[in-house]
T-cell receptor
Framework: DAGVIQSPRHEVTEMGQEVTLRCKPISGHNSLFWYRQTMMRGLELLIYFNNNVPIDDSGMPEDRFSAKMPNASFSTLKIQPSEPRDSAVYFC????????????FGPGTRLTVL | KNEVEQSPQNLTAQEGEFITINCSYSVGISALHWLQQHPGGGIVSLFMLSSGKKKHGRLIATINIQEKHSSLHITASHPRDSAVYICAVRRGGNQFYFGTGTSLTVIP
């Protein structure tokens, strides 16, 4: 099994640009999570999908952030427009059934907004 | 106020030592997770607990729901155990709260 795949692994962009982060969960997993990690705030859960449906997006910081899961094998996290304070490592994780299960994390995308 | 507090923040141990990392939380929870973040940044889920104790190899995790406390123990520590260990709790619904992590260094 390839595990959770994220792309790109590193992204450097300029303030105001649109950024799209991608995630492919483990095949057969029904739940998908997007997290953000910064030195100041640690790990934060941004949004959680179950069976491709967003269940809770209360962790999404503001309207500049949006996430989609058009099918069971793909999800995107978009930031438009990006700001320097969005610089962080963004992790995607998936779990077999629900958020009660063990989560499998992707390698993360390190985003730097200049 | 942090809903999840970990101690210690930093820990250095000699290879072979028994290690304990503590996690206290202030909210009612339905599950507690222990995560390991390697120096390269990758995150691995070690345990998910709702009661009692779990063991995997040299790692043991316990939880006391009444005292709102969990511990992660590492027996016969090894330099490859060097990582940041993060405690996370899940409330009813989908709220997750994360500790700030314990940075462990095991010296050969």
């Amino acid at each position: 099994d390839a595990g959770v795949i994220q792309s790109p692994r590193h992204e450097v962009t300029e303030m105001g640009q649109e950024v799209t982060l991608r995630c492919k969960p483990i095949s057969g997993h029904n739940s998908l999570f997007w997290y953000r990690q910064t030195m100041m705030r640690g790990l934060e859960l941004l949004i959680y999908f179950n069976n491709n449906v967003p269940i809770d997006d209360s962790g999404m910081p503001e309207d500049r952030f949006s996430a989609k899961m058009p099918n069971a094998s793909f999800s995107t996290l978009k930031i438009q427009p990006s700001e320097p304070r969005d610089s962080a490592v963004y992790f995607c994780a998936s779990s077999p059934f629900r958020y009660t299960d063990t989560q499998y994390f992707g390698p993360g995308t390190r985003l730097t907004v200049l | 106020k942090n809903e999840v507090e970990q101690s210690p923040q930093n820990l250095t141990a000699q290879e072979g030592e028994f290690i304990t990392i503590n996690c206290s939380y202030s909210v009612g929870i339905s599950a507690l997770h222990w995560l390991q973040q390697h120096p390269g940044g990758g995150i691995v889920s070690l345990f998910m607990l709702s009661s009692g104790k779990k063991k995997h190899g040299r790692l043991i995790a316990t939880i006391n729901i009444q005292e709102k406390h969990s511990s992660l123990h590492i027996t016969a520590s090894h330099p490859r155990d060097s990582a940041v260990y993060i405690c996370a709790v899940r409330r009813g619904g989908n709220q997750f709260y994360f500790g700030t992590g314990t940075s462990l260094t095991v010296i050969p």
